[in-house]
C-alpha cells in the first residue's frame, strides 16, 4: 500500500495558483498552463471570475458555508486538479489548509505577492519591521497587543467595515491620533489608497478587499499591554481575586511557557494569569477554570480586552469541570487546589515534561503544597512583598500576604 501511495503522488495532482486582483494579466506561464490543463479548477466565484478566459476544463465555486476539510478537493485525488488563492496561498490562505490533508509530495503551489507584501510596497515600508496580523473572520481585539507607539502594523480585514471597527478601537483606548491608511483591491484596476486618523475616521464607500495599515500614536492614557509578564493589576477587571503583579511575574517564570503549549488556569479568577500565558506568544493556548459564573463573565471580558479572545473559560468546580479536557502541557492552580481530587487530577492530566505550579495564600493550601513537595519534589518557595503606605504623616512598609509557591516538572 505504501508503495503504490508513493507511484501515486510521483506527480503533484494538485496544483494551488496565487491569484492577485489583475487576473491573468499578473500570473506567469505555468500558472496559466496548470489553470488550462486542470480537469477541475476550484475557487471562490471572484477567483473564478478572474481567470475564466483560462479555464476548460470545471469550475466549482467554494461551497457555502466553506469545507474547511476540503473533503471536495481530497476526493478527487489522482486527477488533475488546481485550487485558485488569494496572493500567497500560505499566507493566511487556502494554501494552509490544503496542507492539512494533502502531503506537500502531492501539491505544486505558485503564489503570487501577499496582501501584506503589496501593502508594504506601496507604502515603502520594511515589511520584516512592520507587525502584521489577519483579522480576517477573527475579533479585531486580536490588534490589541501589537499597540505600542510608533509601531507599524498591516491588517487583513474582514470586509468594508473592518477599518472602521479598528478606528473605533483605536480612538476608545487612547491611540486616537494614530494614522490609517486603507488600501483598496491592491493590484487590480481599481485599487485606490486613502489616509485618515483614527479619531473622527469617516471613510465611505470603502471596497471590501481591503488591507488596513497602522501607524501607531498615542495620548498620555493609552491602555498599552506591555511586553513583560507581571502587568499592572489594573489593566484587568477583577474583584480582588487576582494575583498581584509581582507573583504573577513569578509565576509565570516558574510556568515556563514554551510555543504552541496549553495551559490549564484552574481557579482563574480574573484570568490574568492564563491571558499572560497567551500574551507571551501567539501560539499559546490556555483554558481558564472558575466555579463563579459572574467570575467567569469577567475573565472573557479581560480576554477581549487583552487582545487574547480565543481564551477558552470553563465554569465550574476542579476537578469535575477538568474531565475531558485536552491535555495541558502547563498547570496552574490559582484558587481551589486545597479541595478533594484537585491536586490528584492535575497532576493525573498533566503530560510527561509538563510544569504544574500552585499558589498558596491560606494555611491549608499551603499544608497541601508542603505534603506535594515532600511525595513528588519540586521547588517550594516562600514569597513576600511589602509595599510603602502612609503611616499618619510618614511612610512604612506593609506587608502583603505571604505565598507559598510549588513548582514542579513530571517525569
Not at 504544574?356 to 515532600?374: F, G, K, P, R
Amino acid at each position: 500500500m505504501v508503495a503504490a501511495e508513493a507511484k501515486d503522488v510521483a506527480a503533484p495532482w494538485l496544483t494551488i495558483v496565487g491569484v492577485g486582483e489583475d487576473g491573468l494579466d499578473g500570473l506567469g506561464a505555468e500558472a496559466k498552463r496548470r489553470i488550462a490543463e486542470a480537469e477541475i479548477v476550484f475557487g471562490g466565484r471572484r477567483h473564478l471570475a478572474l481567470v475564466a478566459a483560462a479555464i476548460s476544463g470545471e469550475a466549482r465555486p467554494w461551497p457555502s458555508p466553506f469545507d474547511a476539510e476540503m473533503r471536495a478537493v481530497t476526493a478527487l485525488r489522482g486527477k488533475r486538479v488546481c485550487v485558485l488563492a488569494s496572493g500567497d496561498p500560505f499566507c493566511h490562505g487556502a494554501g494552509t489548509t490544503l496542507a492539512r490533508h494533502v502531503a506537500a509530495a502531492e501539491l505544486r503551489t505558485i503564489p503570487a505577492p501577499s496582501a501584506f507584501s503589496l501593502a508594504a510596497s506601496r507604502l515603502g515600508w520594511a515589511l520584516p519591521e512592520v507587525e502584521t496580523v489577519s483579522l480576517h473572520g477573527k475579533p479585531i481585539d486580536l490588534i490589541r497587543p501589537l499597540l505600542h507607539p510608533a509601531t507599524r502594523i498591516i491588517a487583513l480585514t474582514s470586509d468594508a467595515d473592518g477599518p472602521g471597527a479598528v478606528a473605533r478601537l483605536l480612538a476608545e483606548t487612547g491611540f486616537g491620533a494614530s494614522r490609517l491608511t486603507v488600501l483598496e483591491a491592491l493590484g487590480g484596476p481599481n485599487e485606490r489608497i486613502r489616509t485618515a486618523q483614527a479619531a473622527g475616521f469617516a471613510m465611505e464607500e470603502i471596497n471590501p478587499l481591503n488591507v488596513l495599515a497602522i501607524s501607531v500614536d498615542s495620548n498620555s492614557e493609552a491602555r498599552i499591554l506591555p511586553l513583560t509578564p507581571g502587568m499592572a493589576d489594573g489593566l484587568f477587571e477583577h474583584d480582588g481575586q487576582i494575583s498581584k503583579r509581582e507573583i504573577r511575574a513569578l509565576t509565570q517564570s516558574a510556568l515556563a511557557p514554551r510555543r504552541r503549549e496549553l495551559l490549564w488556569d484552574i481557579g482563574a479568577g480574573s484570568g490574568s494569569v492564563s491571558i499572560e500565558w497567551m500574551l507571551r506568544h501567539p501560539s499559546l493556548r490556555a483554558i481558564a477554570i472558575e466555579a463563579s459564573p459572574e467570575r467567569a463573565g469577567r475573565i472573557a471580558r479581560n480576554a477581549e480586552s487583552c487582545g487574547v479572545p480565543g481564551l477558552e473559560i470553563v465554569t465550574g468546580t476542579a476537578p469535575a469541570a477538568l474531565a475531558g479536557l485536552p491535555a495541558p502541557d502547563a498547570v496552574f492552580v490559582g484558587g481551589g487546589g486545597s479541595e478533594a481530587g484537585v491536586m490528584d487530577a492535575a497532576i493525573d492530566a498533566l503530560k510527561s515534561g509538563g510544569r504544574l505550579v500552585a499558589n498558596a495564600v491560606t494555611l491549608e493550601m499551603e499544608a497541601v503544597l508542603i505534603a506535594c513537595q515532600a511525595e513528588r519534589g519540586g521547588d517550594l518557595t516562600r514569597i513576600g512583598l511589602s509595599r510603602a503606605a502612609p503611616v499618619g504623616t510618614m511612610q512604612a512598609w506593609r506587608p502583603a500576604l505571604p505565598v507559598t509557591q510549588w513548582a514542579w516538572q513530571k517525569p
